[in-house]
């Protein structure tokens, strides 16, 4: 990635230490968690606080279902599953705002009206509707608009001087609808011209708040960088912005070496290097978003992933340490994958043309490739099952080779593996493939 100079003219403002916080949706998931970031940002905003907030709870899923019944021109579920999600935004802004004449009632109401209007707008029953990732990106970015919306309110309203900046108009992108590229020469203008100068008064020691995981394209349609994306956009304020560091606020105490929902006593890491951090995300740890480390790499700022729970607790730092620091291994699980192998029709080897040719299609589908392997006859790669993609691509491979999947399948990604950590993942499992480095095995198990 190239570097993004800090135009002269901000130098001063950059050189100001703002801190760039990250809130999940598990911490804005009710009321009691919109009151704890709260909490957290009054012990902080002494020095300049630049927030990032993804959508309230499970919203994102949700939004996700009212699409659904949206592209199926279904009006009933459609009015149904957004009321859900009117209902649990009200629910919560009541009791954050006894006042029912506080603004925030109708602010909150005209994005829903906004929203109703782009389904009214015709487009439930006529042809106007865009394909699938584009209006995937123009109803799902609803979940961040609601929330930030909510939050702005309520720091104001607690006495934390907040200004609300609309990521739109902050994070440029391209037009790859549900998994956007960042523009980041427009992107560091953008944000130069809007978030410097709200910093540069001495007097607003405050949050400027933005959303998480939106942007939009030179057209100005709303774009989304991928599920999880707002870990990206604070690395993207704090890459531009150039400040020393990035929290995530997380319901976990840290980077752990395993999920505590299927590993018992997992262990917390205390300090990682980006790149071992980089490892992690990209084989799935949930924990941070697989494009966030990159620009902090490259500008040297560090990460903190902290509890909102335990804010004083110290969670995991990932900064520039040695990468071979870990001394235990790290399991990662990635689950609903599919595995399929494909091989010439005619028993013939599998030679580069076939895989220029796979690679092809694979891309043509925007497949997402977790482990590949090749043998003399067959090429076998694990991927994201995704309903949309799938069909379509085991069609087009078919109609040239031989294909056999088998859905349903896991992952396991072990860093820093020992043959015990391998025993205790294979024992009442099927492996279907493995794939050993140095430092890191891939079994993909059934
Ligand atoms: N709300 C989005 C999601 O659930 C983005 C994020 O939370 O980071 O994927």
Not at 63 to 88: C, G, Q, R, T
Not at 366 to 383: D, G, P
Not at 400 to 410: C, F, G, K, P, W
């Amino acid at each position: 990635m190239r570097r993004i100079p800090v135009p002269d003219k901000y130098l001063t403002f950059a050189l100001m230490d703002i801190k760039i916080f990250k809130f999940g949706g598990a911490s804005v998931n009710s009321a009691a968690g919109f009151r704890n970031v709260c909490r957290i940002l009054k012990k902080n905003h002494k020095t300049g606080i630049m927030a990032v907030v993804s959508a309230m709870g499970k919203t994102t899923n949700a939004l996700e279902i009212v699409l659904k019944h949206y592209m199926a021109n279904d009006p009933i579920l459609l009015i149904e599953s957004f009321n859900a999600i009117h209902e649990a935004h009200f629910n919560v802004i009541r009791e954050l705002f006894p006042d029912e004449s506080h603004p925030v009632y109708d602010e909150a109401e005209s994005l829903f009206d906004q929203l109703r209007g782009y389904f009214r707008k015709g487009h439930l029953y006529d042809k106007t509707k865009r394909a699938y990732d584009f209006e995937y990106d123009q109803i799902v970015s609803y979940g961040e608009l609601f929330c930030s919306c909510i939050l702005c309110n309520y720091l104001n309203l607690q006495g934390i001087p907040c200004k609300l900046f609309d990521a739109r108009e902050l994070v440029i992108t391209d037009d790859t609808f549900r998994d956007a590229r960042v523009n980041w020469e427009k992107t560091a203008e953008k944000i130069n011209a809007a978030i410097l100068p709200f910093f540069q008064n001495p007097g607003s020691l405050s949050v400027a708040l933005t959303q998480g995981f939106i942007g939009s394209d030179p057209r100005g349609d709303s774009t989304t960088l991928g599920r999880e994306g707002s870990d990206y956009t604070a690395a993207i304020l704090a890459y531009v912005l150039r400040t020393s560091e990035v929290t995530i606020w997380k319901d976990v105490p840290g980077i752990l070496n395993a999920d505590p929902k299927w590993f018992s006593n997992p262990k917390k890491l205390g300090i990682i290097s980006y790149r071992e951090a980089i490892e992690l995300a990209y084989y799935g740890a949930s924990v941070i978003h697989p494009k966030t480390i990159r620009p902090l790499e490259n500008a040297g700022i560090k990460l903190f992933v902290k509890s909102f729970q335990k804010p004083s607790s110290p969670g995991t730092l990932i900064t520039n340490i040695d990468q071979w620091n870990i001394r235990f291994p790290i399991y990662i699980r990635k689950q609903n994958q599919v595995l399929i192998s494909i091989s010439p029709r005619d028993f013939s080897f599998i030679v580069e043309e076939n895989l220029s040719h796979i690679f092809t299609i694979l891309a043509k589908h925007r497949a997402k490739t977790n482990v590949m392997q090749n043998s003399a006859i067959s090429f076998s790669v694990c991927l994201d099952r995704n309903e949309q993609m799938l069909p379509e691509l085991i069609e087009e491979l078919s109609s040239t080779y031989e294909i056999r999947y088998n859905y349903n399948v896991d992952l396991f990604t072990v860093r820093h593996y020992t043959p015990s950590a391998i025993r205790r993942l294979t024992k009442s499992r099927t492996v279907l493939l493995e794939q050993r480095t140095r430092h890191t095995v891939h079994l993909v198990v059934k």
